[in-house]
């Protein structure tokens, strides 16, 4: 029963390198959600999906790409990471009208 | 568009009584409240939906006002294990906003002996 997983959960980038986070849920949840998470920042909505082959903006998209080509997949891209980007990184998913689900972070240092 | 949470943090000795409250600038079809612990991922609280429908912790309560467009988050008598940082996450409902669900910037508790 593993419900939301993400890999990798560290990863240290130089600026300029590129990389991919993959989310991954087993739930058959319709929709599935990327933030970031920073002090006193709280959780900010990078990009999100309401169903395979669908994406949209959230609230902080700029430097970030996502893919949903499966159901169970949510991928997070970084073309050309700076240090701003440098957070722990969330996804989560759900059901219509139901709770969120969150996989336990990927915590990235871009230096 | 963030919703909007206060206090931004409340200290507690065990036993005492908490609200948390959490306000939006736009219609919500529901509510949904978080705590995290250091270093956790987020967990599930509570979600309200808009019609009055409830989900969540039995002993953790919470109400939705449609109307003003605000929640709060009730935690009575509390237990050492009720810190961490709470969040509030508002969804608009699939017309206004699709699936978009965002969250405030979260109200950290502390509950001290």
């Known amino acids: 029963n593993a419900g939301v997983t993400q890999t990798p959960k560290f990863r240290v980038l130089k600026t300029g390198q590129s990389m991919t986070l993959l989310c991954a849920q087993d739930?058959?949840?319709?929709?599935m959600y990327w933030y970031r998470q920073d002090p006193g920042m709280g959780l900010r909505l990078i990009h999100y999906?309401?169903?395979?082959?669908?994406?949209a903006k959230g609230e902080v998209p700029d430097g970030y790409n996502v893919s949903r080509l499966k159901k169970q997949n949510f991928l997070l891209g970084l073309e050309s990471a700076a240090p701003s980007q440098t957070s722990v990184y969330f996804c989560?998913?759900?059901?219509?009208?139901?709770?969120?689900?969150f996989g336990q972070g990927t915590r990235l240092t871009v230096v | 568009q963030q919703p909007v949470q206060s206090p931004q943090a409340v200290i507690l000795r065990e036993g005492e009584d908490a609200v948390i409250n959490c306000s939006s600038s736009?219609?919500?079809?529901?509510v949904h409240w978080y705590r995290q612990k250091h270093g956790e991922a987020p967990v599930f609280l509570m979600i309200?939906?808009?019609?009055?429908e409830q989900k969540g912790h039995d002993k953790i309560s919470a109400s939705f006002n449609e109307k003003k467009q605000q929640s709060s988050l009730y935690l009575t008598a509390s237990q050492l294990s009720y810190s961490g940082t709470y969040f509030c996450?508002?969804?608009?409902?699939?017309?206004?906003?699709?699936?978009?669900?965002?969250f405030g910037q979260g109200t950290e508790l502390s509950v001290k002996p």
């Open positions: 989560a998913s759900r059901r219509d009208r139901a709770e969120a689900f």
């Open positions: 739930m058959n949840h319709e929709y």
């Open positions: 999906s309401v169903g395979e082959g669908t994406t």
């Open positions: 736009k219609a919500l079809y529901s």
């Open positions: 309200l939906l808009k019609g009055g």
């Open positions: 996450g508002t969804w608009g409902g699939p017309i206004d906003q699709g699936g978009k669900l965002i």
